[in-house]
Nanobody
């Protein structure tokens, strides 16, 4: 069974940067990042195909976040730049379908996730 472990995150001031990592076991998969803040709906932030040739982003993070993967190390990264207060949330990575549209669901189960806090 696929196992995913998130790392990174933390607290940063507005305009700062963080990089999240999602380490996976087994074969290559399409991976998506989701986030949920208190009082807000859970939504997909970005996804990347199994070979890294296709990537999608939510409108709210386009131009600021970059998703990438290193299949040799079975790791997917989410580089987050120019962070805003609204980016504060718990971030999860999960196996998804990443094609022409942003994923609305995922396979498997949630892990603990990573807390990202943007505050002055």
């Amino acid at each position: 069974q696929l196992q995913l472990v998130e790392s990174g995150g933390g607290q940063v001031q507005p305009g700062g940067s963080l990089r999240l990592s999602c380490a996976a076991s087994g074969f290559t998969y399409a991976i998506g990042w989701f986030r949920q803040a208190p009082g807000k709906e859970r939504g997909a932030v970005s996804c990347i195909s199994s070979h890294g040739n296709n990537a999608l982003y939510a409108d709210s993070v386009k131009g600021r976040f970059t998703i990438s993967r290193d299949n040799a190390n079975n790791t997917v990264y989410l580089q987050m730049n120019s962070l805003k207060l609204e980016d504060t949330a718990v971030y999860h990575c999960a196996s998804v379908v990443c094609g022409l549209t942003m994923p609305e669901s995922f396979f498997g189960s949630w892990g603990q996730g990573i807390q990202v806090t943007v505050s002055a």
